[in-house]
Structures are given as structure tokens and as C-alpha cells.
């Protein structure tokens, strides 16, 4: 087999550590965008449970019992979207790890990589390198997934919170 020379070497790997990066910076994004989604959802809520008291207490002590029962159903289903939301937060947290190359167990560094011949060792570490990434992709496509969940809830909630705003009157 052909010897590949070390110029070839070094743009492949740098390539791959790049891609590599890139991932992990996406996964933390990812997790900025979480938290993000899911204050933005606490803030709605807790805006309109703060403003709603007082014409919920005016509108009990009124006729209109109807729109208040609305008004009251709807704010609950806004706050139970804010309780999943929470859940799917944590769900998309929860995949914490990072694929990350090679190994920190000494003896198979220094046999897979020191010992090796240059070609063998080229071959060892983009293969961790391939995996790494397709461990990093696996993760972000979950947390991307979880993420467009809490987007869609938030959404949903401000629905109802607008339902529950145009049934109190």
C-alpha cells in the first residue's frame, strides 16, 4: 500500500476537527435555544397569571361566569403547556455528552496510535474522528427535534393565553 504523505494527513484531520468543532458548538447552541424558548414560555405565563387576577376576581363577582370559566380553562392549558415544555426542556438536555475521539485508557493510546505505523495510526484516529462526529450529529438532530417541540409549545400557549385575554373581554 502507498504511504500517504503527511501534507494529505494533516487536511483530512484538520477537515474532520473542524467538523468536529462545528458539532459541538451547534449541540451548545442547541441548548442556549432550549433554555431560551422554555423563559420565554415562563415569562408568558407568569405575565398573564400577574395580570389576570384582578379581572379574574371582577369577573367571579359579574354575571358572566362563562367567560371566566374560559378565561380559567384556557390559562390552565397554557400552564400545563408550560409544565411540558419544562419536561421536553429537560429531555433536551438530558443528552449531555459530546462524542468525543480516541481514548483516555493509556494502553490503548499507546498501542493504537504511539506503536503503530504512521498509515495505522492515520487510519485509527479518523476513524474515531468519523465517529465522534456521527455521535455529535445523532445528538443534535435529538436535541434539534426537542427544540422545535418547545417552539411549537410556546406557540400554543400564547394561543390560549390569547383565548383566555379575549374571554375575560
Not at 468536529?20 to 441548548?31: F, I, K, M, R
Request: hydrophobic share 50%; aromatic share 10%.
Amino acid at each position: 500500500m502507498e504511504e500517504i504523505n503527511n501534507y494529505q494527513q494533516g487536511l483530512v484531520l484538520e477537515q474532520r476537527y473542524k467538523l468536529l468543532e462545528y458539532l459541538v458548538n451547534a449541540n451548545s447552541n442547541l441548548d442556549s435555544k432550549a433554555s431560551a424558548l422554555l423563559q420565554t414560555g415562563g415569562v408568558v405565563v407568569g405575565l398573564v397569571a400577574a395580570t389576570s387576577l384582578p379581572s379574574f376576581a371582577q369577573l367571579i363577582r359579574s354575571s358572566s361566569f362563562t367567560s371566566t370559566l374560559a378565561s380559567q380553562f384556557s390559562i390552565s392549558i397554557a400552564l400545563l403547556l408550560f409544565l411540558a415544555s419544562i419536561w421536553l426542556y429537560r429531555d433536551a438536555l438530558s443528552p449531555r455528552g459530546y462524542g468525543v475521539p480516541g481514548s483516555s485508557d493509556w494502553d490503548e493510546t499507546f498501542n493504537n496510535y504511539l506503536y503503530a505505523k504512521p498509515v495505522a495510526c492515520f487510519d485509527k484516529v479518523l476513524v474515531d474522528l468519523l465517529r465522534a462526529i456521527k455521535t455529535n450529529e445523532e445528538l443534535n438532530h435529538k436535541k434539534a427535534e426537542l427544540v422545535t417541540r418547545l417552539g411549537w409549545l410556546l406557540l400554543v400557549q400564547v394561543f390560549f393565553v390569547a383565548i383566555a385575554i379575549i374571554a375575560a373581554g
